[in-house]
């Protein structure tokens, strides 16, 4: 890592250590950050490479920003995690600048963002975050490690006021003014194994790590070979996704939660939502959605300036919680629409 990256000399200027494994939701108006470094290293479940991230602390206002480095220029460079640098979102979401991207990016910012992390810088020395177990569940560790820290700086919230909604074929996603971060999904798939599901929940970091959090990534066995020949899926085993087979998940250990499917979906959400680049209060609510349609919509919500507020020092809302082995098969990995 190059000497002369601005997080080399940062020194966090916290007050009031909070601990990540403590009630997160909770009355702040202050922005927040790591109370020092941790790292992850995995593989990624498309590039198959194997890849390390490093979480640093970051000041205040910075948001969330990847720094990339071992890049084959030479160069490092550093990419803001906001929907303004997503630029592909197929089978997962990439951020990049030229001659940079970060894909898979969506289980990290998920768990910054359910344990309220403002504010972070990711070194990571390849081409995609890696996939652990194909949840958020290391990430939410790793913030655990590190700790959280609150700043001197008032907390930056968007707040919907109208309703924005977007539409891609049969899938829809829409914003509505609420009192608090609730996230409501829906998926309907002909696969009977998955079929329709919904969730719904108030996202804060008890809600988040109970139910959501531990919820993996899922694909079709059959769709194996399409994926293999465009490159992708090939980190991808029984070991960080569910596999669906014709008539059963693959998977000897079977489900985690018998909807795992839609709380993936829920995951996936919550990271790209993250990439608005501060805490949206209102209601999500998405139907048959993915990737993309959860950036079409941020893309839509920040197009009308009368749909949204930027509230400085605004204390969050807490409301309540609502309710494949080596050599055997690679998992697909479903693109947006359900």
């Known amino acids: 890592m190059q000497r002369t990256s601005p997080m080399l000399s940062y020194a966090a200027k916290a007050v009031g250590f909070l601990s990540g494994r403590g009630r997160m939701g909770g009355h702040r108006g202050r922005q927040s950050t790591l109370r020092r470094r941790a790292k992850v290293s995995g593989i990624g479940v498309h590039s198959g490479r194997e890849v390390s991230i490093t979480l640093h602390p970051a000041e205040a206002g910075t948001g969330v920003t990847f720094f990339r480095t071992h890049v084959e ?142 919820a993996r990534t899922f694909g079709f066995l059959a769709d194996v070979e399409a994926l293999w020949a465009r490159g992708l899926a090939l980190g991808a085993s029984l070991e960080n996704a569910v596999v669906i087979g014709d008539d059963r998940v693959i998977n000897p250990e079977g489900l985690r939660y018998a909807d795992e499917f839609v709380r993936h979906k829920v995951l996936d959400a919550v990271g790209d939502l993250a990439l608005a680049g501060a805490p949206i209060l209102g209601r999500y609510h998405s139907y048959r959605g993915g990737h993309r349609l959860n950036v079409k919509a941020l893309e839509a919500l920040f197009a009308d ?34």
């Open 73 to 214: 220029d030479g160069h490092d460079r550093e990419i803001p995690a906001t929907y303004r640098y997503v630029n592909a979102t197929d089978f997962c979401t990439t951020v990049g600048v030229p001659g940079a991207t970060v894909a898979t990016v969506e289980h990290l910012l998920a768990a910054l963002s359910a344990l309220e992390v403002d504010n972070a810088t990711v070194e990571i020395d390849g081409p995609e975050v890696p996939v652990m177990d194909g949840s958020a569940g290391d990430f939410i560790k790793a913030v655990d490690q590190a700790g959280v820290a609150r700043l001197d700086a008032p907390l930056r919230t968007i707040k919907v006021i109208k309703p924005v909604r977007v539409e891609i074929g049969q899938s829809y996603a829409e914003f509505t003014p609420y009192n608090g971060r609730r996230i409501e999904v829906e998926i309907d798939f002909e696969s009977p194994l998955v079929g329709r599901q919904q969730f719904a929940a108030d996202i804060d970091s008890q809600t988040f790590r109970r139910d959501i959090a531990r």
């Open 305 to 338: 300036p009368s749909a949204y507020v930027m509230v400085e020092g605004q204390v969050r809302a807490t409301v309540g919680a609502a309710e494949l082995a080596a050599g055997v098969a690679v998992a697909a990995f479903q693109a947006d629409a359900s």
